[in-house]
């Protein structure tokens, strides 16, 4: 059987049975990094990091999550290679068969913390770049940030540990696409592109200035077709059109909160102080969320672009303020999806 339908089907069978196959998990909301387009209010200095949990904390939350069908699963921050513990973390979760990867942005890696990483079993890391030097150190707002972040890249491959390059797409650095994709090329990197800039967690809206629009959209789609499919998740669209969030995905703070997902921040209970079980089977907001489908969807239901759409409740939830409402990014991409189409399909 191909590795996509193994994939479909375990990620159907997961929807079906509400396992979690899928964690993320928030290490710290510390990171020395402060890009114009985060989501956490933390790094934008609008509240504080609070309370992280101690690896001790972390090995019995890990082994909750491993026995409720947890197997694959991203450390991820803020910036993870703060902890002093992430490899003690990575191993913990290797032994418990964890796929296990890690999202950072490379500053603070170095030679002998890769190799120490690499024997944890870390399969992958997962890098943010947004250009050349220049663009991508005035979106992060660090001077030689990029320079820190290839070194780190160019690290964990000489260390044998997977390398992409994760690239948002913004109108600060659509332009630095080609550039990227090169880059990603010569250096035996994967590369993948994210066109969803989101509201802030704390519903701040700043961000969302530097979304593509106009015709950065349709170059966002044709660049996305262009590139390799990102590798397969056990998540992604369930039935009747609501994603795998609180379903077969979810995520955890730095401080022992479960929520549905990394981009759905509604808070379920804390871990710290609750069995994962617990909540996962008697939330009444995910009892809630899982009963629903299409039909909650009133303004999508009968939208022409629906095949197309991508849409994120989270996003829908932090701008619209309905977690079932249509958000503009997913709209607005499908749209530009579908006429991308139409006009193949005349040629």
């Known amino acids: 059987m191909p590795a996509s339908a193994v994939t479909a089907k375990l990620n159907a069978l997961t929807l079906a049975g509400n396992i979690p196959v899928s964690v993320t998990i928030e290490l710290t909301r510390r990171c020395p990094l402060s890009c114009a387009h985060c989501y956490l209010p933390e790094t934008r200095g609008r509240a504080a990091r609070g309370k992280e949990l101690s690896a001790a904390a972390w090995g019995k939350i890990l082994r909750r999550l491993a026995d409720a069908g947890g197997l694959y699963l991203v450390f991820t921050g803020g910036e993870p290679l703060l902890r ?20 950072s942005t490379g500053l603070g890696l170095t030679a002998r913390l890769a190799a120490e990483l690499k024997k944890a079993g870390v399969s992958g890391f997962e890098l943010s770049f947004y250009g050349r030097p220049g663009v991508h150190d005035s979106v992060t707002g660090r001077k030689g940030s990029f ?8 690290l964990l491959k000489k260390a044998g540990i997977g390398v992409k390059m994760k690239v948002p797409l913004m109108n600060l650095n659509l332009a630095q696409s080609g550039w990227l994709k090169k880059l990603a090329a010569r250096e035996g990197f994967g590369i993948s592109f994210d066109p969803v800039i989101a509201p802030a967690n704390d519903g701040d809206k700043s961000a ?13 789609v044709k660049l996305l077709a262009g590139t390799p499919a990102p590798e397969p998740e056990p998540a992604g669209a369930g039935p009747d059109f609501l994603c795998g969030a609180g379903r077969n995905v979810c995520s955890v703070g730095p401080d022992g909160t479960l929520y ?20 996962w089977k008697n939330s009444s907001w995910l009892k809630k969320w899982r009963s629903a489908g299409l039909k909650d969807l009133k303004d999508c239901a009968h939208c022409p672009d629906l095949t197309f759409c991508s849409r994120c409740s989270g996003v829908s939830l932090l701008e619209e303020g309905d977690i079932f409402a249509p958000n503009k990014p997913a709209c607005a991409m499908a749209a530009a999806q579908r006429i991308i189409q139409s006009k193949k399909g005349v040629t």
């Open 84 to 103: 002093p513990d992430l490899p003690e973390l990575c191993r913990r979760a290797k032994a418990l068969n964890f796929d296990v990867r890690v999202f």
């Open 147 to 154: 320079d820190a972040s290839l070194a780190s890249a160019r």
């Open 208 to 220: 969302l200035k530097h979304r593509l629009s106009g015709r950065g959209l349709p170059a966002a």
């Open 260 to 279: 549905p997902c990394l981009q759905l921040p509604v808070r379920l209970g804390n871990l710290a102080s609750q069995a994962f079980r617990d909540i």
